[in-house]
């Protein structure tokens, strides 16, 4: 079963900011929400991740709702090295790594 | 952030043989690692979880005798695809991640195809 729901693809100008929403509504308490996105024809990259509070780095802020239902990952200034495939991926709260779920994600593309 | 490698990048064989994928991870010790493949415009499906000195957890569906996988060090893991055939080409790519790791860090990937 999937955990997360995300678009299927979303276009946007390069320059501008791109906002990623992600739903998952069954998550539970002790679960990160982890953003993850691959270029094509190469291995996923990390880009974020959170519990419950906002998170920024320097590849993109991550916006947790209230009830941690949803949220929503923003490229502050998408260029063209964004497009990608952006995964949403919930994952335990545990010492070990367990597998990553991998959804079918949102399919990026940045245009000039 | 860590680095993870895949050797070969990209490999063409002939029907029947076996090819031997490698994964290493260069600047940390990877105590669990993770084998995906990736068939062209799906996502990634995990195929096994090994950790080091032990034997590889396979997900289901997933052939252990035809997918070997050898994780005898905490810096390498190995993939041997044995009788491949044309519906083994795919994407095959590896992570590895250590206890309390942030993240799990992932290889460049190694491209299959089988004639």
């Known amino acids: 079963d999937a955990k997360t729901t995300q678009p299927t693809s979303m276009d946007c100008a390069e320059g501008r900011a791109a906002n990623l929403p992600c739903n998952h509504s069954?998550?539970?308490?002790?679960?990160?929400v982890y953003w993850y996105r691959q270029i094509h024809s190469q291995g996923p990259q990390y880009i974020i991740h959170g519990l419950k509070n906002n998170e920024t780095n320097e590849m993109a802020s991550l916006i947790i709702t209230e009830d941690r239902k949803s949220s929503t990952l923003i490229l502050p200034h998408a260029t063209l090295r964004d497009t990608a495939v952006y995964y949403c991926i919930v994952r335990p709260a545990t010492d070990s790594w367990g597998k990553l779920q991998f959804g079918a994600g949102t399919q990026v593309v940045v245009t000039p | 952030g860590a680095v993870v490698s895949q050797h070969p990048s990209r490999v063409i064989c002939k029907s029947g043989t076996s090819v031997k994928i490698e994964c290493r991870s260069l600047?940390?010790?990877?105590?669990?690692m993770f084998w995906y493949r990736q068939f062209p415009k799906q996502s990634l499906m995990l195929m096994a979880t090994?950790?080091?000195?032990?034997?590889?957890?396979?997900e289901q569906g997933v052939e252990k005798d035809k997918f070997l996988i050898n994780h005898a060090s905490l810096t390498l893991s190995t993939l041997t695809v044995t009788s491949a055939h044309p519906e083994d080409s795919s994407f095959y790519i590896c992570?590895?991640?250590?206890?309390?790791?942030?993240?799990?860090?992932f290889g460049p990937g190694t491209r299959l195809t089988v004639l």
């Open positions: 992570s590895g991640a250590w206890t309390r790791a942030v993240e799990q860090f």
């Open positions: 090994s950790n080091e000195g032990s034997k590889a957890t396979y």
């Open positions: 069954t998550i539970s308490g002790n679960e990160y």
């Open positions: 600047d940390f010790q990877a105590t669990t």
